[in-house]
Structure formats: C-alpha cells, structure tokens
C-alpha cells in the first residue's frame, strides 16, 4: 500500500472516531484539509523516504513590533526538539504566516496512535496561535516547555 493509500484508509476512519471533527476535505494534491468544532484546522499531507505524514496548520503572523520577541521564541522552540516531540515552527515566505508542522511515521501507524498525534499537535498548536495573538497585546502567555527555570539546551 503507497503512502496516500495508508493515509486516504486512515483519514477514512478517523472522522467518525473523533467526534469533534467538522469536516474532513481532501484536495488534488493529495492532502487532506481536516476543521475541528473549535474552528481550528489542520492540513495532512503525505511524504515519503521514510513513509509519513506531514501534520500542519497557520498559526498567523506576528505583529511587526513583537516579530523579534515571537521569532526568537520560535527559534528557541525548535531547538528543544527532545521536548516538542519533533514540532517546527517557521515562516511562510518573508513577511509571511507562522506554519507548525511535525512528520508522523506511518509504518504500523494505528488510528488510535493518529488520533494520539492529532491532539498532542493541536494542544501545542492552539498554545501557539494563543501566544501569537497576545504577544500583539504584550501579554504573551507561556508555552508547553518553555517556562523560564525550565529552559535548558542540550548539545
């Protein structure tokens, strides 16, 4: 079975077994545009040597006065790989929207462990887009790991 295949069987089963799907809507790509209840959405996309999909949505742009504070943020998050579990922020283009994405491996992928993934990347993803949006306001709040004591880099 070809990674698209993989994911369309996978896609196919998880509307039904998350109830807090909107929609599910597959493009010619292929990816796979998936909007959840709270308005959040989500695009999949296949990927392969090794075989995976590619879980990623906007996040928005930073203010041009926060950009520095929200940026250096961001770089610092995706040095703490062993923490985010492999999450990566970066810029759409100059100017552009802040996109998080991470690669699950989909070698004996089950759809209780997609679902498992789903989440942790919108719990990850919404914190994100909250810091984002107050980092605006100068109240960012913070984020899954990167609490000041807490910071520490690895070598």
């Avoid at 961001?74 to 929207?97: T, V």
């Amino acid at each position: 079975m070809t990674t698209i295949e993989q994911i369309e069987h996978l896609v196919k089963e998880l509307g039904p077994a998350m109830p807090e799907i909107d929609a599910i809507v597959q493009t010619e790509d292929p990816s796979w545009a998936i909007q959840f209840s709270d308005e959040a959405i989500i695009i999949l996309e296949p990927a392969d040597d090794p075989s995976r999909i590619v879980i990623s949505t906007e996040l928005g742009a930073a203010a041009e006065a926060q950009q520095r504070t929200v940026y250096e943020t961001m770089l610092c998050y995706n040095l703490m790989w062993r923490d985010s579990g492999g999450i990566k922020i970066g810029l759409a283009g100059p100017q552009g929207a802040l996109i998080i994405s991470t690669d699950v491996c989909i070698e004996s992928l089950t759809l209780q462990e997609l679902q498992q993934e789903i989440q942790r990347f919108l719990t990850i993803a919404r914190s994100w887009t909250q810091y984002v949006g107050k980092a605006d306001a100068g109240e960012a709040p913070p984020l899954p790991g990167m609490d000041p004591g807490g910071f520490h880099l690895h070598a």
